[in-house]
T-cell receptor, first 110, second 114 residues
Framework: DVKVTQSSRYLVKRTGEKVFLECVQD?????MFWYRQDPGLGLRLIYF???????EKGDIPEGYSVSREKKERFSLILESASTNQTSMYLC?????????FGDGTRLSIL | DQQVKQNSPSLSVQEGRISILNCDYT??????FLWYKKYPAEGPTFLIS?????DKNEDGRFTVFLNKSAKHLSLHIVPSQPGDSAVYFC?????????????FGKGTHLIIQP
């Protein structure tokens, strides 16, 4: 079974802080993804990576960056957190379809 | 512009009956479609998928139908069970084997009533 692990289930940070969300997968997948889920908006793609040190912008990359130094780990970085980044963040990985998701990090920015 | 649309925010179905969830898309480049199920406080779980070269795919109680000319797909659940109560997301990809992300609809909250 594919396991995608997100380091925190719940996180509370303050406006202006630099925030790191970590994701690890155990299936040696090439591709990893970060989404955010908001009520009434579904899941929206922030960034994805198809190889170590490679990254591509998704549909809503503004205010975010990512890091992929090792194949199994994909980090999402909020450079200066703002209240409109309060959301559920979901990491996923895959080789072929489908994508497999972690359980999410519910991030609150105060 | 929303490329994947789920026009019903919620759907209520009696236990044992058929649940039909609908999804429309606008991007002709989409060639692979997936349905995910999501419980609160959990990540989405993959249910079933279909490639654009097919018009039907079945897996147990779940069947997905694709009508390419209408740019429409639907998920049928027969018979519906209480554990099927969840939010269902339709998703699409324009490069089935490529390294791009999925485009999701806004979801339909399915409620199975006893």
């Amino acid at each position: 079974d594919v396991k995608v692990t997100q380091s925190s289930r719940y996180l509370v940070k303050r406006t202006g802080e630099k925030v790191f969300l970590e994701c690890v997968q155990d299936m040696d997948h090439e591709n990893m993804f970060w989404y955010r889920q908001d009520p009434g908006l579904g899941l929206r793609l922030i960034y994805f990576s198809y190889d170590v040190k490679m990254k591509e912008k998704g549909d809503i990359p503004e205010g975010y960056s990512v890091s992929r130094e090792k194949k199994e780990r994909f980090s999402l970085i909020l450079e200066s957190a703002s209240t409109n980044q309060t959301s559920m963040y979901l990491c996923a990985s895959r080789d072929n379809q489908p994508q497999h998701f972690g359980d999410g990090t519910r991030l609150s920015i105060l | 512009d929303q490329q994947v649309k789920q026009n019903s925010p919620s759907l209520s179905v009696q236990e044992g009956r058929i649940s039909i969830l609908n999804c429309d898309y606008t991007n002709s480049m989409f060639d692979y479609f997936l349905w995910y199920k999501k419980y609160p406080a959990e990540g989405p779980t993959f249910l079933i998928s279909i490639s654009s070269i097919k018009d039907k795919n079945e897996d147990g109680r779940f069947t997905v139908f694709l009508n390419k000319s209408a740019k429409h797909l639907s998920l049928h659940i027969v018979p519906s069970q209480p554990g099927d109560s969840a939010v269902y997301f339709c998703a699409a990809s324009s490069r089935g084997g490529g390294a791009d992300g999925l485009t999701f609809g806004k979801g339909t909250h399915l409620i199975i009533q006893p």
